[in-house]
């Protein structure tokens, strides 16, 4: 735990709240003894006992939550393994395992609910009140049974339930960017969770407890290291290490994916060449699938970054990214494996617009890769900012299956310390109108495979699991975590019905603390928006680590520079991407080319990503540019103040430890939107050469001081001196 120690011994000393100490580690799985007498007494009068017939590790994995779920909340044992149905018992299996449900008229209902769906309802069995939990396979039954704990952690109904799911996505994953060295590439929560020095020998009870929050949310698939690749993973000893966390994973319905490194032929096959067309290299490929596949049956397949960032790809040998995913593909076809392609691309040659190139590069590749190749497309055409324009790849490539990439990490959004709730952006982006097949061509229904038919879909996220004791680094970046997984499986889920949840489990029922702390959460996307980058600005972050400003950078490459993105000058800011620019609006749909490239219509929130707007110039609010910033800048600081207050509200309903770790956290944020804001309005200040308006909070320092702000470490969470 982090700098809370203070904060949460004065809370102590204060008897500010007398609950048990937590920290964290149970995610929304705490099961903690309801306290609402009439509630527990009505639950335990509906549940009596636990029948789960069948014995496979996934109904195992089904009873033991159930069991220790009950436990919890009841605050005493329920009976179990009956072999018929008693009044009060809660049945769970499928039709294949348990007698009691194949002998149920659900047949039909549950065919419909798929390999993963599940059924619970209240029935009456030979005079016995029974509720069932079903799937078809022996998943679906236990993402049911945390489905139905959930009802309970949040206080649902259980009189006469009747719940039937199934996701609309298949593959529903996590993205790792962890090395071998255990460090995390863009990680703010500790170490990477797999011990590779201790495997295949010693296994983690973490494993378990990530499969366990995992599948709680459906999650069903996980690539476990990095895509900036180490050949390494690919060795006999490490497909032994990765064998044994698939083995763990296995039962809690999850398939284990790798990170494949283009140049293996080479760096580990003795070849001369990776060229995807030649016939060693094929060769190589199909051995290693093989030998991967005798390890782990069920192996997913490969997440591939190539050409991208100095990683190898087939550009390398003039091949293209289809030449080279199709190679893959051939390697992993005997297997029902998966290639991943990312179109993150982001080569050495840029111009004239960096957010242009994934489109360039992959339109004209739709139709050329094979059955088993995806490719998966970042949130956003440029790369996990706390705003952009969705990606106009989606709806752009009808043949090829896109997968949607989002990030959880908060690489820019202030990593482990500053409370963002993405649940807000996922909503945003998922139900943004790509016009594709005309209105109501959502990104949601193109991942889900309805605006054309792909044969088969996915999502993934650049996870924050690491080895803090929270998992995430911050209590609030679990409901990240959380979000993410509910709002893969329904895609259409209401990000504050997915946080009304989260905090029902992670902090209380009281109906006060989670209106409060869901206000905190709701505004929090918005807040960030505002006090880093607001009116559509991107990028603006300082250089590497991505932590604090840095509009000023000039020096390096320049499509990884600040001033590339925002272009300020004495005339105004914002780029110009429209016909008079790079044209880079004609990459969507009409609907939407027309709507961003018109002054007109285009949205204030996306503003300056589209267009070059004189300082003066009035918006849509009637006050100028530079006023407009001047108050979303600030908008963005009251709100992190607004949220402080909300989170002191809730002081006495949630315990010492979790509650003085958030207040300290937040008081960060809030001296970190005053940095964010400061440097950047005296920065343009420079240019505009108009003052902040009197009614306003003056920069505390001027513009040298924070440009000298030095912020060690590079890639990991950086530490700032003497910031505001
Ligand atoms: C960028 C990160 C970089 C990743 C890259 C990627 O800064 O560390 O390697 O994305 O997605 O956001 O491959």
Not at 223 to 248: H, Q
Not at 489 to 516: C, H, L, Q, Y
Not at 635 to 649: H, L
């Amino acid at each position: 735990m982090k700098k809370v120690l203070l904060a949460a011994c004065l809370l102590v000393a204060t008897g500010a709240s007398t609950l048990r100490a937590e920290d964290g580690y149970d995610l929304w799985l705490r099961y903690r003894l309801i306290t609402d007498a009439p509630l527990l007494a009505r639950y335990k009068a509906a549940v009596t006992g636990l029948v789960v017939e069948g014995d496979s590790p996934t109904l195992r994995a089904a009873r033991d939550e159930m069991t220790r779920g009950l436990k919890g909340l009841f605050g005493a044992d329920v009976a179990a393994d009956a072999k018929v149905a008693r009044d009060g018992d809660v049945i769970i299996g499928t039709a294949a395992s348990s007698k009691i449900i194949s002998g149920l008229p659900l047949a039909k209902e549950l065919k419909a609910l798929g390999k993963e769906g599940y059924l619970i309802r209240a029935v009456t069995i030979g005079g016995k009140k029974v509720i069932v939990v079903a799937g078809n396979e022996d998943v679906g039954a236990l993402y049911g049974s945390f489905a139905l704990l959930r009802q309970m952690q949040t206080h649902g109904s259980l009189a006469s339930i009747s719940l039937t799911s199934s996701p609309k996505i298949q593959v529903r994953m996590l993205d790792h960017w962890d090395n071998l060295d255990r460090s995390v590439e863009r990680g703010y929560a500790g170490k990477s969770l797999w011990e590779w020095s201790e495997l295949p020998g010693s296994i983690s009870n973490r494993y378990r407890d990530y499969a366990r929050a995992n599948a709680s949310i459906g999650i069903n698939a996980a690539a476990l290291t990095n895509v900036n690749a180490n050949v390494k993973m690919l060795t006999p000893e490490y497909i032994a290490n990765v064998a044994a966390i698939a083995g763990e994973l296995r039962p809690y319905g999850m398939k284990v994916f790798l990170s494949a490194k283009f140049s293996a032929p080479i760096d580990l096959g003795g070849l001369k060449t990776a060229d995807p067309l030649d016939a060693d290299v094929k060769a190589f490929w199909a051995r290693k699938a093989d030998e991967i596949y005798a390890a782990i049956p069920d192996f997913g397949g490969f997440l591939v970054k190539a050409n991208s960032e100095g990683q190898p790809g087939p550009q390398d040998y003039k091949r293209s990214h289809a030449e080279g995913a199709n190679m893959f593909a051939d390697a992993l076809a005997p297997h029902n494996g998966l290639v991943i392609w990312r179109a993150f691309v982001y080569g050495g040659n840029t111009a004239p617009d960096r957010v242009k190139q994934a489109y360039d590069e992959f339109k004209p590749l739709d139709g050329q890769f094979k059955s088993n190749v995806v490719v998966q497309v970042k949130n956003g055409p440029l790369d996990f900012q706390p705003r952009e324009p969705f990606s106009p790849l989606f709806g752009a490539m009808p043949k090829t299956p896109l997968f949607m990439e989002f990030q959880v990490t908060k690489e820019y959004l202030g990593q482990d310390t500053h409370l963002v709730y993405l649940g807000a952006e996922f909503e945003e982006v998922l139900r943004a109108d790509t016009y594709a097949k005309g209105k109501g061509s959502t990104v949601a229904k193109v991942i889900e495979g309805s605006v054309d038919p792909y044969r088969i879909t996915g999502i993934a996220v650049i996870a924050t699991v690491g080895t803090d004791t929270n998992w995430t680094g911050s209590q609030f970046n679990q409901a990240n975590w959380y979000a993410y997984g509910r709002m893969a499986w329904d895609p259409m889920a209401k990000s504050s019905s997915v946080a009304d949840e989260w905090i029902r489990m992670t902090f209380s029922n009281d109906p006060r603390v989670v209106a409060g702390i869901e206000h905190i959460m709701m505004v929090s996307r918005e807040a960030v928006v505002n006090y880093m980058t607001p009116l559509g600005l991107v990028h603006i972050m300082a250089t590497g680590h991505h932590y604090g400003p840095g509009p000023w950078v000039r020096q390096g490459r320049p499509d990884q520079t600040p001033y590339y993105y925002h272009r300020a000058d004495s005339l105004g800011m914002g780029f110009d991407r429209t016909k008079t620019g790079t044209n880079g609006v004609e990459q969507y749909f009409p609907e939407v080319r027309d709507r961003y490239a018109s002054r007109k219509t285009v949205p204030d929130s996306v503003l300056l990503f589209f267009h070059r707007v004189g300082w003066t110039e009035k918006l849509a609010s009637g006050r100028t540019m530079w006023d407009e910033l001047v108050y979303r800048y600030n908008m963005g600081v009251d709100s992190v103040r607004s949220m402080q207050k909300g989170w002191d509200k809730v002081e006495s309903a949630i315990d010492a430890e979790r509650f003085g770790e958030v207040k300290s956290f937040l008081a960060i944020q809030e001296k970190e939107a005053r940095w964010w804001r400061d440097a950047a309005l005296s920065y343009y200040q420079t240019f505009s050469k108009l003052p902040i308006p009197a009614q306003y909070e003056q920069p505390a320092h001027p513009l040298t001081y924070y440009q000298t702000i030095r912020c060690p470490q590079n890639r990991n969470k950086p530490r700032c001196d003497a910031v505001p």
